[in-house]
């Protein structure tokens, strides 16, 4: 029998989770191929976007699977070219078609855009709307600061259940952390275990890989697991919703074996103390669609 992944409760009651696997950066044929394996390892939270232009496949998948659709936790987010009231609408539905279902468990708004933060009010306007209507059982927001949270909330009075932001032993956030416990919002880790430091050379500043840390691969070694593994223990026991990309099947049952040993208190603490306080991926501040000018397809 598949293993039950640990869940968190949202805001609104939902349990989500903690454990699911990313396609960012995952080619059309390979998300097929790691959204089936993910499943079957015993997965049950899936994370896509529009932009990742891999939805299709990810529906594929699920509907090719033995797992049920109200099994698995779907999210997926709208990216910045459909924000906007009306447009946010539009993309939250062509979404659905490409995903090929009637409604997700967790829309996101994939970005804030400080400069163009009338049509981000606008687009979340939206997404309270969908949440409302049902279309949508969490509704979250994606690398948002605290000030622009607060803002955000302050303008439409909608709280999101999920802030999903970048978040690895090098980058820990903990006073973004500590707003999202003050307005009881869930934190999701996107490069859970560092992927960004691979992809993303825009920081000279950023640090290698948390996997090849001496105080990772050292507690490793003492637990009989991998660099990853401990990794992800962490955000478990941080109570974070770790989202961790690999289209390696092995790689993928590797992410999910993490339920079966536990982090002292002091281990906990001696991977806290790697934080770095620098960011690998983009500034969230310097998002706008002049800058990304993706646009996507019907
Ligand atoms: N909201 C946002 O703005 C945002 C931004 C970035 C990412 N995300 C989400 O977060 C997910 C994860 O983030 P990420 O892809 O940036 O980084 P990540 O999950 O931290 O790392 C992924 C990288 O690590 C490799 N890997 C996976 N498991 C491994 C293991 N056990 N040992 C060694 N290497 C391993 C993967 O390669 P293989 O595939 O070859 O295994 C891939 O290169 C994304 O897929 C996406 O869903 C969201």
Not at 137 to 149: D, P, R
Not at 201 to 223: W, Y
Not at 247 to 272: G, H, Q, Y
Request: proline share 6%.
């Amino acid at each position: 029998m598949a293993q039950t992944t640990p869940e968190t409760t949202l805001a609104n009651g939902l349990a989500m989770p903690l454990i699911g696997l990313g396609v960012y950066r995952s080619s059309p044929e390979e998300t097929v191929t790691a959204v089936s394996a993910a499943l079957a390892t015993g997965y049950r939270l899936i994370d896509t976007a529009a932009a990742y232009r891999n939805e299709a496949e990810v529906g594929k998948a699920l509907r090719q699977s033995t797992v049920g659709r109200n099994e698995v936790f779907l999210v997926t987010k709208l990216w910045i070219s459909d924000y906007g009231y009306d447009e946010a609408l539009h993309g939250f539905d062509r979404s659905m078609k490409k995903l090929g279902v009637d409604g997700v468990d967790l829309y996101l708004m994939h970005q804030p855009m400080p400069n163009e933060w009338e049509r981000t009010v606008a687009a979340w306007k939206a997404v309270g709307r969908l949440y409302e209507e049902g279309r949508t059982k969490a509704i979250g927001v994606s690398n948002f600061s605290s000030e622009l949270l607060t803002d955000l909330i302050e303008r439409t009075g909608i709280v999101p259940h999920v802030n999903q932001v970048e978040l690895h032993p090098f980058f820990t956030q903990p006073d973004l952390r500590a707003t999202h416990q003050k307005l009881g919002i869930a934190t999701q880790a996107w490069s859970p275990i560092g992927g960004v430091m691979r992809y993303v050379t825009d920081n000279p500043d950023a640090a290698p890989s948390p996997l090849s840390h001496p105080v990772v691969t050292g507690l490793a070694a003492k637990h009989g697991k991998t660099a990853a593994q401990v990794i992800l223990r962490w955000h478990l026991q941080h109570g974070f919703c770790a989202i961790p990309k690999s289209v390696n099947p092995k790689r993928i049952a590797e992410n999910f074996a993490v339920f079966d040993f536990a982090l002292t208190d002091a281990e906990m603490a001696s991977i806290d103390a790697l934080d770095t306080g620098v960011r690998s991926g983009p500034n969230p501040a310097d998002i706008d669609t002049r800058k990304y000018p993706l646009r996507i397809e019907d």
